[in-house]
């Protein structure tokens, strides 16, 4: 089975400082890893994935994360945070051949002004 | 280009009811998902259907169904309502049903109120 945790339930941050949101994973095979955004009455926006290659996987509005395999993880990241990336962030976990999403529990992300 | 839409926005039921919730996809996407996000939770996999065909099924009761259309959009019905089933249902859509590589899209919700 494949899952996904993510240990933190709020992340607090100053605007302008770096954000990181912890992932972590476990699943048998390779996995395709992807982080979702949710902001309050919306579904989810895709923001990245990391397939095969590079281990640091650039995404949209500034967000990058870091595939570590020897540490099953894969944590987001943006080097200075903005008061609009204030949302619920989700990890999920894919194995080749399944095409179905399995989702971690959500961080919330709060940056203060 | 529209993204996924979904209907209705929000929905009250009574206990024992049945609901059916609509899904358009990305326009040329074949593919459909559907999620049940509980409130404080990740989205929980429902049903993947990919040119009418059910790809794959989540670990929900017999209670929950779902088709997709020769237009490639879908239904997911909800028979017997229980307060539990209370949630954010989303729809996803991608090109292809086998591909764990490409990205899936999601639509805004549906927001089930069962009382």
């Known amino acids: 089975a494949q899952s996904v945790a993510q240990p933190e339930d709020q992340v607090n941050v100053a605007e302008g400082n770096p954000l990181t949101v912890k992932c972590t994973y476990s699943v048998s095979g390779n996995p395709y890893l992807f982080w979702y955004v949710q902001y309050p009455n919306r579904g989810l926006q895709f923001l990245l994935k990391y397939i095969t290659g590079d281990n640091l996987v650039k995404g949209s509005y500034g967000f990058e994360a870091e595939f570590n395999k020897s540490q099953t993880s894969f944590h987001l990241k943006k080097p200075s945070a903005l008061v609009s990336d204030s949302a619920l962030y989700f990890c999920a976990v894919k194995v080749y051949g399944n095409n179905r999403l399995a989702f971690g529990k959500g961080n919330q992300v709060v940056v203060i002004p | 280009d529209a993204g996924v839409t979904q209907s209705p926005t929000h929905l009250i039921k009574t206990r024992g009811q049945q609901v059916t919730l609509r899904c358009s996809p990305i326009?040329?996407?074949?593919?459909v998902s559907w999620y049940q996000q509980v409130l404080g939770q990740g989205p929980q996999f429902i049903f993947q259907?990919?040119?009418?065909?059910?790809?794959g099924r989540g670990n929900f009761p017999d209670r929950f169904s779902a088709r997709q259309f020769p237009n490639y959009s879908s239904e997911l019905n909800v028979n017997a309502l229980l307060l539990g089933d209370s949630a954010l249902y989303l729809c996803?859509?991608?090109?292809?049903?086998?591909?764990?590589?490409?990205?899936?899209?999601f639509g805004p919700g549906t927001r089930l109120t069962v009382t």
């Open positions: 259907y990919y040119e009418k065909e059910e790809r």
């Open positions: 326009s040329g996407h074949k593919s």
């Open positions: 996803a859509s991608s090109l292809e049903a086998g591909s764990a590589a490409e990205e899936q899209y």
